[in-house]
């Protein structure tokens, strides 16, 4: 047989048309299309893609049903371990992790194992998805806090099982960063609305503005005071708070936090202003400064905007920036321009408004702690670049409200969650998992934790509540 | 969704909303605010919990109309009506204890926010003296409730209608003199909690002050807020709102609040045209 070496490309919109829209950017397979990248798999046995995904979908087996055009069939394969398949196949960095083991990818292109995923979602929903069903009703409640991936996974799971769950969202749309931080040209909030209906339409209860650490405690859900006493809880809270740098000028008008900035214009609708009430601010030119994810969508939001100038301004090398491959190829594509080796120094501000980034030049040493090298300074190669806006990508840690307002749950220095392999905290009956646990990660790893957890709560409440049984021996008991 | 039980006028452009809330009735304490969302095209706003009613298992809210949502709200949203969204509380509490004398300044729409404050440090002993300010007789309000629960009302209005003439920081600074302050709140304007910053400063006692930044989502996930407190960046909504004003840069603030300014009056413009 003919080994087809390319990968089937997907059509997009067209770079000078999309980044004036906040339209989708891959367009997804088409079913001959699909079927003809399916058909370039060598269903391998053992598999090694299945050990690059960290929820260990059964690649081959969904590829060969779609090849057999049993779109069924691949969908029901990924949902036994993917409740968020349109997710995923749109966000996760493929290239690391499935795709990258992809047996293909060593002498041609891998399996477009992503796009294939998407495509299964996409056809599921065109179907009118069914809602499953929830049988059976199993003894006992469960409380998520945070409605992100994570909380979504382990909130599916809970209530297939049969359990009686309550999601607690603080914002008033649930999905976490997938509707308040990935762009619609990305991910479409439309997506993440449909999983959050299908959930409700499951019988699970979705409290929305709900402040957990304010309106209530963890323990409060625990005992059962002022709310529904729950017998579990799992606690997915994301690492939403974000960082800035600490530099002369940083509380200039113009200058957001990437959290702030694709908040406004993704949850709240900015872009759409004034027809939706938020503002958000751009003007002629825009940096940004990260390199990771958040500073492509960033960018890419600035200049859907109407920035003249979008800049990403990053003190490594391309090599070493940590956002996928996809994203720094789209927004070069779309003319964001990149300064590389740069770092700011401070802010320059006219009459309150910042104006100018002073930015250094930088140089690549010896690798540090993250094993990539370190960026040095270059002395006296400071310049300026004159700039509206500045928005912060920098890196977020987790929310301290919730670990600090509940009694004997155990933080590290970085403000994360202690949690074992099942997710079980320090504090009996308190689950934690997703961005929380690991610090900002990936929405698939948060599914995936979502995931466990859900698991153990079941073998927790099935096998009566003994914090410290077979499963857990290694703990200290109460 | 929030469903309004009673609104009341109780100044020129300020309504007082009682809100069926019984959950954030219970574990609000003063100086906590909520956030609030009109409808699926409205923006979040911040108002401070003005009063709570665990019996009744309701908060009240007081709104002045200055922009788009505040104006919407006073003019389109009345009894039996309902909120989109509303969280909270929000924002870490006043810290209340038996200090000895203390004195709550409130200016305009601060004049609401200053009263759960005053009426827990009575409740908690304290010798209370109240000091509200407004520019004008008919734009002050709420002052007998405050009369209510303070020891010493001083009223002052900018032209003399009523009380006496002046600003809110006079009467502080004469109270000062007076006799010895053990703790100040001052809720209002931001130049009105600058100047009585000002005074505090001059007399050495200690002032609180509540900042009302710009806000999006009121958790600490923005930064929005930030302001300059001790030369550090903080956020208003999760490490304030209340801050010691000493520490305040507020011409910082004064500067953050502007900066949507313009989007702000084409968004009330383009309101009040399609009404
Ligand atoms: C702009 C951006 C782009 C990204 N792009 C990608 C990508 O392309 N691919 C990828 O794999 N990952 C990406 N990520 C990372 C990914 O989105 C996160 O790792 C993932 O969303 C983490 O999921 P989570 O469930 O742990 O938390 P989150 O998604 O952060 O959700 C946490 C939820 O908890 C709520 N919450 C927090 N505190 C409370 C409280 N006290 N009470 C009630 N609710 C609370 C929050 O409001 C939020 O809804 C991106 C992240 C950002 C910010
Ligand atoms: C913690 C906190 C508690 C608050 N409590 C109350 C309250 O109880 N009652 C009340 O009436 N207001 C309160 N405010 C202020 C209130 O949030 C703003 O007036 C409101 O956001 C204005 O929205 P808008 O769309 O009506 O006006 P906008 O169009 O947003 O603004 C109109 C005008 O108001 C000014 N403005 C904008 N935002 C603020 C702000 N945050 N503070 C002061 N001025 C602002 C603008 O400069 C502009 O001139 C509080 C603010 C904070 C941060
Ligand atoms: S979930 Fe992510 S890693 Fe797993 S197969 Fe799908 S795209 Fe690959
Ligand atoms: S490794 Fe690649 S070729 Fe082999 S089964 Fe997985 S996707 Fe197919
Ligand atoms: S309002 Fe967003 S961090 Fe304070």
């Given at each position: 047989m003919d080994i087809k070496e390319d990968q089937i490309p997907m059509r997009e919109q067209d770079p000078g048309e999309r980044r004036k829209n906040f339209k989708e950017v891959p367009l997804g397979y088409s079913k001959e299309e699909a079927i003809e990248e399916a058909n370039r798999c060598l269903q391998c046995d053992p598999a090694p893609c299945i050990t690059g995904c960290p929820v260990e979908i059964n690649i081959p087996e969904f590829i060969r049903h779609i090849r057999e055009e049993d779109f069924q069939g691949a969908i029901d394969t990924i949902k036994e371990t993917n409740n968020l398949p349109a997710v995923t196949g749109r966000v996760c960095p493929q290239e690391e992790q499935c795709q990258e083991k992809c047996v293909m990818g060593r002498k041609w292109d891998p399996i477009a194992i992503g796009r294939l995923e998407r495509f299964a979602a996409e056809w599921e929903r065109d179907q009118g998805a069914e809602t499953p069903k929830v049988e059976k009703s199993t003894e006992g409640k469960v409380a998520i806090v945070g409605s992100g991936p994570s909380g979504l996974t382990a909130a599916s799971d809970l209530k297939k099982m049969g359990y009686e769950v309550t999601v607690f969202e603080q914002?008033?749309?649930?999905?976490g960063v997938l509707v308040y931080g990935i762009p619609e040209f990305r991910l479409p909030n439309d997506i993440v609305d449909g999983e959050v209906e299908t959930l409700e339409t499951m019988g699970v209860e979705v409290e929305r503005n709900t402040v957990v650490g304010r309106l209530f405690t963890v323990d409060d859900l625990l005992e059962g005071n002022k709310v529904d006493e729950y017998d579990a809880v799992f606690l997915?809270?994301?690492?939403g708070l974000p960082w800035f740098l600490g530099l002369p000028g940083e509380n200039l008008n113009g200058i957001y936090s990437a959290n702030e900035f694709l908040t406004r214009v993704n949850l709240m609708k900015a872009f759409k202003f004034p027809e939706y009430d938020t503002p958000v601010k751009v003007g002629k030119r825009v940096a940004t400064i990260g390199g990771g994810n958040v500073a492509m969508d960033s960018a890419r939001t600035a200049l859907r905007l109407g920035a003249e100038k979008s800049m990403i301004i990053y003190r490594r090398s391309e090599e070493q920036m940590p956002a996928r491959d996809e994203e720094i190829e789209h927004a070069k594509q779309e003319g964001i321009e990149f300064h590389l080796l740069r770092n700011p120094k401070r802010f320059i501000g006219d009459d309150g408004q910042v104006k100018k980034v002073e930015v250094v030049k930088m140089e690549l040493g010896e690798p540090d702690s993250s094993g990539r090298p370190r960026p040095i300074p270059i002395e006296g190669s400071e310049y300026e670049i004159p700039a509206d806006d500045v928005i912060m990508a920098i890196g977020t840690s987790p929310h301290p409200l919730v670990p600090r307002t509940t009694s004997g749950l155990e933080t590290n220095d970085r403000g994360t969650i202690n949690a074992d392999e099942n997710g079980r905290t320090t504090k009996r009956g308190v689950w934690a998992g997703g961005d929380i646990v690991?610090?900002?990660?990936?929405v698939i790893k948060a599914m995936g934790a979502g995931k466990t957890a859900a698991k153990d709560i079941d073998r927790w409440l099935a096998n009566g509540k003994g914090w410290r049984s077979d499963l857990d021996e290694d703990r200290e008991d109460e | 969704m929030k469903k309004i039980l009673k609104k009341t006028k109780v100044g020129t452009g300020v309504w007082e909303y009682e809100i069926e809330a019984p959950l954030i009735a219970e574990s609000n304490k003063p100086g906590q605010f909520i956030i609030l969302r009109l409808h699926e095209k409205g923006e979040r706003i911040p108002l401070t919990i003005a009063d709570a009613s665990v019996e009744k298992g309701t908060i009240t809210i007081a709104a002045q109309s200055a922009g788009k949502t505040t104006t919407e709200l006073n003019d389109k949203y009345g009894e039996e009506d309902y909120i989109h969204d509303l969280a909270g509380p929000l924002g870490n509490p006043s810290e209340i204890e038996n200090y000895g004398n203390v004195v709550t300044i409130g200016g305009g729409v601060g004049i609401a926010l200053i009263y759960p404050i005053a009426k827990a440090l009575k409740e908690a002993g304290n010798h209370v003296t109240s000091i509200v300010g407004a520019q004008s007789a008919e734009k002050l309000f709420y002052e007998d409730k405050i009369g209510g629960v303070s020891d010493e009302l001083i009223i002052t209005t900018d032209d003399g209608s009523v009380g006496r003439k002046g600003f809110t920081s006079d009467a502080f600074e004469d109270v000062l003199n007076e006799r010895t302050i053990h703790k100040s709140w001052a809720i209002g304007p931001v130049i009105m909690m600058k100047v009585c910053s000002e005074v505090a400063s001059k007399y050495d006692t200690e002032l609180i002050v509540s900042l009302n930044t710009i806000m999006v989502d009121g958790t600490g996930m923005c930064g929005g807020c930030r302001v300059e407190v001790g030369d550090k960046a903080k956020f208003a909504c999760i490490n304030g709102p209340e801050f010691k004003a000493d520490r305040v840069d507020f011409d910082v603030l004064l500067q953050r609040n502007q900066t949507y300014v313009e989007e702000e009056k084409c968004a009330l413009d383009r309101y009040l045209e399609e009404e």
């Open positions: 914002f008033h749309q649930p999905g997915g809270t994301g690492a690991t610090g900002a990660a990936t | -």
